[in-house]
């Protein structure tokens, strides 16, 4: 099943730089698989810019990546682009946002707003990564254990699984992660994630 997809990709620190260089694994794919992708990149992912793509091109899913709170996300530079004033904007789409704690009451004003699906988190989003390969990020293995599930979702998603589908499918992608921690060696010492792998999992919901 091909359909469109809007994709946020804001890169001004650590984490949305981190976020971003994944949402680019997910597209690559999701392109070689015949969808119609559109792509808001640093300084383009603005509220603007997403509205109008939106109202413009009308994609059946989006997904949006970067800072978060529990009634707003954020593209670049922390300017929010949805909040639960302006969630009728989502309506008819399907969204994965990979933010803290949008879940909580976006999510539910989206649905409320006529969004086929929210799929978020209910907490902080938690990502853990290497320091020496931030200049590589899709190269570093500790935040493939936290990204990899992500990209799950949103992969899910993109086949025509519903919102609470996709959500079961990244959970059994944190559970992955959490074996491949727990069956490390010693110098990887990855099993120090786990409490963190767990927290994401348990708080990965859909409205």
Not at 6 to 31: G, I, N
Not at 62 to 84: C, P
Not at 87 to 105: D, R
Not at 165 to 170: Q, S
């Amino acid at each position: 099943m091909q359909t469109s997809i809007l994709v946020t990709c804001p890169d001004y620190d650590r984490m949305t730089r981190y976020l971003s260089a994944w949402a680019d694994k997910f597209t690559e794919q999701a392109k070689k698989r015949g969808h119609e992708v559109y792509e808001l990149k640093e300084k383009s992912a603005n509220k603007a810019k997403f509205h109008g793509m939106i109202k413009k091109n009308k994609p059946a899913i989006i997904f949006i990546n970067g800072h978060g709170d529990k009634d707003r996300v954020a593209g670049q530079d922390h300017e929010v682009i949805v909040d639960s004033k302006s969630a009728s904007i989502l309506k008819g789409t399907t969204v994965y946002a990979v933010s803290c704690k949008s879940a909580q009451i976006l999510g539910a004003q989206a649905i409320k707003a006529g969004a086929q699906g929210y799929i978020g988190y209910t907490e902080d989003f938690i990502l853990v990564s290497q320091p020496r390969k931030t200049a590589h990020p899709k190269d570093d293995k500790t935040a493939a254990l936290f990204l990899d599930p992500s990209n799950q979702v949103i992969a899910a998603v993109s086949k025509g699984h519903s919102a609470q589908e996709a959500v079961a499918k990244g959970r059994i992608g944190f559970a992955q992660s959490i074996s491949v921690a727990l069956n490390s060696d010693v110098q990887s010492d990855d099993d120090k994630y786990i409490p963190y792998l767990m927290w994401d999992r348990q708080f990965l919901s859909a409205c």
